[in-house]
């Protein structure tokens, strides 16, 4: 069986940081990219960052380059997102995913270059306070 748990959310100030953390499993960590999405009410769900299992690069949206870095840990399957900086606008609902590619910041859509998303998990809550 697939999964992907997400865990780490929560409620912070804003300035604060949270570091997320997504185990995989039932699955060949190493054959996809990886990466996070969010997802806030009433917006557009946005490609947070991902890691490319070709050669390890990264994307990362602009609305959070300089405050979050995703890292993963392929001997754990695990991949982590380390949040600093957070502000009011980062509350959404993150999502862990193993798209096909980390290309661009459609990444995690079915739009060319990319292919989609194979695997995503249900998500864990950051809430930001002001």
């Known amino acids: 069986e697939v999964q992907l748990v997400e865990s780490g959310g929560g409620l912070v100030q804003a300035g604060g940081s949270l570091r997320l953390s997504c185990a995989a499993s039932?699955?060949?960590?190493?054959?996809?990219?990886i990466g996070w999405f969010r997802q806030a009410p009433g917006k557009e769900r946005e490609g947070v960052s991902c890691i490319s299992s070709s050669d390890g690069s990264t994307y990362s949206a602009d609305s959070v380059k300089g405050r979050f870095t995703i890292s993963s840990d392929n001997a754990k399957n695990t991949v982590y997102l380390q949040m600093k900086s957070l502000k009011p606008e980062d509350t959404a609902v993150y999502h862990c995913a193993a798209p096909y590619h980390c290309i661009g910041s459609s990444w995690f859509s079915s739009e060319p270059p990319n292919r989609g998303m194979a695997y995503w998990g249900q998500g864990t809550q950051v809430t930001v306070s002001s």
């Open positions: 039932g699955f060949t960590f190493d054959d996809y990219a």
